[in-house]
């Protein structure tokens, strides 16, 4: 019988060990980086307890608050500007991107649209969405121009009656 060479037994050995030594190392990492959380989920908790006992004992200072002052409503759009800034084609969507009217609720952004179209400055577009008809103060100076203006009656020229 033939003996076999140490040198392959080894390698044989060592192929073997390989993968079990790689697969502990896998093991090993995890384990590390579970221990790194709980390390860190510890220390916060030590924080927390150590504020705690500081409020126990009345060694905490106050911090001074910030003081936050309120915008209120937001401020007032004007909408001739947006109109202007539009292409001459877009859609409610293009509408809603726009820098200052964007941050308007999107049922006011219909309202708008919907202003501007009784208006006439504006149409729906044939491919969605709506086209330009002109700028807004031409549109005001024509709705003017359009109204009938009511013809003054003659005044009635009243009789002097004689006093008696």
Known sequence: MARRSKS?????LEGKLGVIRREVLKVLRAL??????????LASLKAEYAKGEQLLRGEVKREPQRIRRRTGRSRRINWEQVFKSLPARFSLKALGKHPVAGRRPKS???AIVSRWKKEGILSKDSGG??????SPARAKRKA???KPVAAKKPAVAQTETPSA
């Open 144 to 146: 003017r121009r359009a």
């Open 8 to 12: 392959k037994t080894l390698t044989v």
């Open 108 to 110: 006011h952004l219909y």
């Open 32 to 41: 590390k980086r579970e221990i790194a959380k709980r390390e860190e989920a």
């Open 129 to 134: 969405g709506y086209r330009k008809a002109g």
